[in-house]
């Protein structure tokens, strides 16, 4: 049997007391409520996956083009009169809330109706919105297989004689971590008073994840020696 010397045992009782209160602060920083406009999809949804043509750049960009950054999927058009403009302006909000954060977060505005909205007019819409919108744009094969993919909703009715041009669209934005794992869907971003505080929080804890804490980077330090 060893038997360490008694400041050894404090030692070690100090590190297991440490490793302790990191173990309890970790598990009820896991359990964060999120906003009640925030719907926790992890597990239940594909990671990010998509091939579309950026309306800025005119290439193609795939899933593996936002690797690295935390990203927003959100499905309208440049048309729409109230819902896309509302929620692209909130988001555009919560992007400022979050500060300099905001250069880890990448928006992606996927058109439903790509027969009116032609590259450079999806590319001036955008950019309504500040630099981290990005206009995505693809065939109709690749935009079904996309909504699919997501669950999206949405139909273009052409204009009759009799009918105007009808769009109808799912509001919901996708939030995607820096891997591409789904996390949460953002709701009712075109209403009124939208959570914008709570939602900015929440995005803020995705943006974080990977990343160490300068407690805890404290903590390793002090346990090590």
């Known amino acids: 049997m060893i038997v360490l010397p008694r400041h050894g045992r404090q030692r070690g009782h100090q590190r297991l007391s440490l490793l302790a209160a990191a173990a309890l602060f970790l598990l009820t920083a896991c359990h964060k409520d999120l906003s009640e406009q925030d719907v926790s999809i992890q597990g239940l949804v594909p990671p990010l996956a998509i091939s579309m043509q950026d309306v800025t750049t005119d290439k193609p960009v795939t899933a593996a083009d936002f690797q690295g950054k935390v990203t927003l999927l959100y499905f309208g058009y440049t048309n729409c009169p109230d819902v896309c403009p509302f929620t692209l302006a909130n988001i555009d909000r919560i992007l ?130």
């Open 96 to 225: 400022h809330q979050i500060g300099p954060q905001a250069s880890k977060v990448t928006v992606l505005f996927v058109t439903v109706d790509p027969d009116r909205d032609t590259p450079a007019s999806l590319a001036q819409y955008t950019a309504l919105f500040g630099p981290n919108v990005q206009g995505l744009r693809g065939t109709p094969d690749e935009l079904y297989s996309l909504a699919r993919r997501y669950r999206v909703v949405f139909s273009v009715t052409k204009a009759t004689a009799n009918t105007a041009y009808q769009v109808t669209h799912s509001a919901a934005v996708y939030v995607f971590n820096a891997k591409g794992k789904a996390q949460f869907i953002i709701s009712g971003l075109d209403t009124n008073k939208p959570d914008l505080t709570g939602i900015a929080a929440d995005l803020s804890d995705v943006i974080s994840q990977g990343s160490t804490p300068a407690w805890l980077a404290w903590l390793e330090r002090l346990t090590s020696g």
